[in-house]
């Protein structure tokens, strides 16, 4: 990679030869696996009840290869729920606050909205513990006997927590970790992690309108042993007669998923077990971060929002831009779509402004080395005209 300043760099201003041949790199719903095509998909169950025996089992079939591939314990239990990762979060929210004191953290614009609904939805007055974008709140103050309402990847702002050591094997609170740019990318503690959501538009490039929920026991004691003091909605609703609804964990959706929908992530998760499982899924979150970090590191004019590697983001990484307002952010994303160098790079909307390049798993490194002198280019002549 050369180093360049591209403000006194004339060539930047002429388009590079090579393409990302996938220039999928946005933070959700993001690019499919490698070699994905609907033809590929398997469309038996399409026009069929989702409660016929057929469809039960593909969502059971979805449900126990994400067991597998995650390697999700026995002692946890795993359910898809509607609503993207929003309806999984809050469905744990609504149904398990209130029992004790909550502390909800937020250093990115999803867990400022986690905080939103516990202090003004569900007014249970807990502590807030909050960073500015770039930065993470300290871990170690967090209370052991608090239920933690957290997010381990900030997608919009590209801070992560580094490891699940803050988190105390003798806590007495319910630890709530939205996981949901995290999970695939990153290791997940199971034993520290009581609630744990995601929707699998991130990292596995699946369909959006769908969440998954993972629960391990003492979250199912608690939804036993407790009742909140508002009214649920009925697709928060996980209990009957002080029990556990256990057919949500066995493919029996609260309502009708799109099947359709179900069979992409199949075929997604199928691709991940195919190429190595939870630790090749990793590997190559790594080598696209580092393929991008060697991108950043050769060019003065671009930089991490999250200084500290210890807690950047290897799937959302946002970068800042030297002298970038969001004028600016959306011209070089202009530019590079038009060119289909690069689909939705630009930052999220309450974030600083700056670009954010997606790369998980589904992303393929080569793609990635091919979008550093398009950045060049981009930023030019952004600059110029």
């Known amino acids: 990679m050369t180093d360049l300043h591209v403000a006194d760099a004339t060539f930047a201003s002429i388009k590079p030869a090579t393409k990302p041949a996938r220039p999928h790199f946005s933070s959700g719903p993001c690019a499919k696996p490698p070699g994905w095509s609907a033809d590929k998909l398997d469309t ?7 409660r016929s025996k057929l469809g039960k089992a593909r969502l059971q079939r979805a449900i126990d290869l994400t067991r597998e591939v995650l390697q999700v314990p026995d002692t946890h239990r795993i359910a898809i729920v509607p609503a993207s990762d929003t309806g999984a979060i809050e469905m744990a929210m609504w149904s398990m606050l209130g029992a004790r004191p909550v502390t909800v953290m937020a250093w990115e614009s999803f867990g400022e909205g986690w905080v939103t609904d516990a202090v003004k939805q569900l007014k249970i007055d807990p502590q807030v513990m909050t960073a500015p974008y770039g930065e993470i709140v300290d871990l170690t103050r967090v209370p052991h006997d608090h239920d933690v309402v957290f997010t381990w990847n900030g997608t919009t702002s590209g801070v992560r927590v580094p490891n699940g050591d803050w988190i105390s094997d003798d806590r007495e609170g319910l630890t709530f970790n939205d996981a949901t740019s995290a999970v695939f990318a990153m290791d997940m503690p199971w034993d520290k992690l009581d609630v744990t959501t995601f929707s699998w538009q991130k990292v596995m490039g699946g369909e959006g309108g769908h969440g998954v929920l993972i629960l391990g026991p003492r979250a199912v004691e608690r939804l036993e042993s407790y009742s909140p003091a508002w009214p649920m909605p009925k697709i928060f609703r996980m209990t009957k007669g002080g029990k556990l609804i256990e057919g949500l964990f066995k493919g029996e959706t609260i309502n009708t998923p799109s099947m359709l929908a179900v069979e992409d992530y199949i075929f997604a ?26 991108i950043v590191q050769a060019r003065d004019w671009l930089g991490y929002l999250a200084v500290d590697p210890a807690t950047r983001s290897n799937t959302s990484v946002c970068l800042t831009v030297e002298g970038a307002d969001e004028a600016l952010i959306k011209k070089m994303a202009s530019l590079l779509e038009a060119e289909h160098a690069a689909y939705d790079i630009a930052g999220y909307r309450d974030a600083p402004a700056g670009l954010r390049i997606w790369c998980g798993a589904t992303v393929d490194t080569a793609d990635v080395e091919a979008l550093g002198p398009w950045l060049d280019w981009a930023y030019a002549t952004a600059r110029t005209s």
């Open 44 to 50: 038996l169950v399409l026009g069929r009840s989702h």
């Open 269 to 294: 998760l199928e691709w991940g077990q195919s190429i190595g499982g939870l630790n090749a899924l990793i590997g190559r979150s790594a080598a696209n971060a580092a393929a991008l970090d060697r």
